[in-house]
C-alpha cells in the first residue's frame, strides 16, 4: 500500500489528538470501523498504534468494539463472489472448520480489527458469522449471549451497544459499512423484508455440527444514502480527518432510530 511520505508519521499520540478531536471522550462505549489505507499516511506502529490510540481515548472506563464478521463460515449455496460449484456445497458443510472465538480470524474485517481481536482481554460474542469483540468496562455486556437467530437483532451486541448508549465511529469508511443500521433492518417493518435459512460450522458440546439457523436477507445497498439522510437531518455527526481519512462519529441510539423511520418510509 502506498501512503503519503511527504508528511510527518502518525503515531499512537497523534492519533489519539485525531480521535479526541473527533469528539471520543473516556467512558465511552464505542463500536469503530476501519481503513488503515484511508489514512494514507504511515503510522508509527501500524494496527497496534490505532488500537492503543482508541483505547487511550476511551480511558479505563471506556469499551472499545470492532467487528470481527468471518462470512465465509456460511450456507455456500448462497455464496456469489465468488461462487463454488454445487458438488462443493456438501464437502463444506461436512468439513469446514467449525467457528471458536480464539482462533477464527476476521481478516476481512481490515487489519486494526483482526489486531484487536488478538489482544490480551478481549472478549468475542459466540456468533460464528457476525461475531464482535470487545475490551473494556462493557465488554461482557456487549459480547454475552450473542444470539444464533437473527444474528444482528435484539440479542446482538448491536442491540446492548443501543442500550449502553454507545457511539460509532466510521474511521475512513462510509455508512456501507455502518453494521449499526442492520439492527434498523430488524427492527423496522417493510414490505420487501426477507428472511434466509442460514448455516455454520460451530462446536456444539465440544463437537464440530453444521447448524441451521433463520436470519434476514440483510441489504445494505441503502446505508449511503440513510447516512446522508442522518448526516442533513439530525446534525448528531461529529466530523474530522484523521491523516486523509474522514471521521464519522455519531450515538447510536438515534442512528438506529432513524434508520428504522427511513426504511418504514423508503423500503
Not at 488503515?36 to 492503543?52: Q, S
Not at 490480551?120 to 461482557?140: C, I, M, T, Y
Not at 453444521?210 to 448526516?231: H, K, M, P, Q, T
Not at 474530522?240 to 464519522?248: E, F, H, S, Y
Request: aromatic share 8%; proline share 6%; with cysteine.
Amino acid at each position: 500500500m502506498k501512503v503519503n511520505t511527504s508528511a510527518l508519521p502518525m503515531t499512537v499520540n497523534t492519533l489519539k489528538q485525531g480521535f479526541v478531536q473527533a469528539g471520543v471522550k473516556p467512558g465511552m462505549t464505542m463500536l469503530v470501523h476501519t481503513s488503515l489505507k484511508a489514512m494514507n499516511r504511515w503510522i508509527a506502529g501500524g494496527p497496534p498504534a490505532v488500537v492503543m490510540a482508541l483505547e487511550e481515548a476511551l480511558g479505563e472506563e471506556g469499551t472499545l468494539v470492532m467487528p470481527t464478521h468471518t462470512n465465509d463460515l456460511s450456507e455456500p449455496s448462497y455464496w456469489s463472489r465468488p461462487p463454488v460449484p454445487e458438488e462443493w456445497w456438501p464437502i463444506i458443510r461436512e468439513e469446514m472448520a467449525p467457528f471458536q472465538e480464539d482462533l477464527t480470524p476476521a481478516e476481512r474485517m481490515g487489519a486494526t480489527a483482526e489486531c484487536f481481536r488478538k489482544q490480551n482481554g478481549v472478549l468475542r460474542s459466540s456468533h460464528p458469522q457476525l461475531s464482535f469483540a470487545a475490551r473494556g468496562k462493557n465488554a461482557a455486556f456487549i459480547t454475552e449471549h450473542h444470539a444464533l437467530h437473527h444474528s444482528l437483532g435484539e440479542q446482538s451486541p448491536l442491540a446492548r451497544l443501543y442500550d449502553a448508549d454507545g457511539w460509532v465511529m466510521l474511521l475512513g469508511v462510509g455508512f456501507e459499512n455502518c453494521t449499526a443500521l442492520h439492527l434498523s433492518e430488524l427492527r423496522a417493518a417493510y414490505a420487501s423484508k426477507a428472511y434466509v435459512k442460514q448455516g455454520a460450522p460451530c462446536l456444539v458440546d465440544g463437537m464440530r455440527q453444521w447448524v441451521r439457523f433463520d436470519d434476514l436477507d440483510y441489504n445494505s445497498d441503502d446505508f449511503e444514502a440513510i447516512g446522508e439522510a442522518f448526516e442533513r437531518e439530525m446534525d448528531l455527526v461529529r466530523f474530522c480527518l484523521i491523516g486523509d481519512a474522514k471521521v464519522r462519529l455519531m450515538p447510536v441510539r438515534p442512528l438506529v432510530d432513524f434508520g428504522v423511520r427511513w426504511m418504514e418510509r423508503n423500503r
